[in-house]
């Protein structure tokens, strides 16, 4: 098996919690750059709000659509924003990466009727772009 995909599939079967407290220690590259204070508060808020959603997850196996469909455009305009300010350094995204990966092993679940529609159509989308994020 590659490196990278055993990198992948381990990652993939871990559980939450530790997941949450990886993300915390992954390094963002930001640190010495200047004139990307706007930056990092994004990073820092998507930072937030992954972790609160990955410690809530407890085991579960279902995943909101719009949650996935959501993380695969933020993911999307953090790789632009990082390519705009020449940061190098991409731990943080490779990290992103990965956990996108297993979003996309869960089991999808979309709350309202015309949600799922609208969000499927998004999702169609964003994986037919988000191909070679993988």
């Not at 992954?50 to 196996?61: I, P, T, V, Y």
């Amino acid at each position: 098996m590659h490196e990278s995909a055993a990198l992948t599939n381990s990652l993939a079967n871990e559980d939450w919690q530790s997941l949450a407290h990886l993300l915390m220690t992954v390094d963002t590259g930001l640190n010495g750059a200047r004139n990307i204070k706007r930056l990092r508060k994004k990073v820092g808020l998507v930072r937030h709000i992954l972790h609160g959603f990955m410690s809530g997850m407890d085991g579960s196996e279902y995943l909101d659509l719009s949650f996935l469909v959501g993380s695969i455009k933020t993911i999307e305009h953090l790789e632009r924003d990082f390519d705009t300010h020449g940061i190098r350094e991409r731990e943080f995204l490779i990290f992103l990466k990965l956990l996108l990966y297993k979003f996309e092993r869960q089991k999808l679940v979309a709350k309202k009727p015309m949600e799922r529609r609208i969000e499927l159509i998004k999702l169609k989308g964003a994986i037919e772009r988000g191909n070679d994020l993988q």
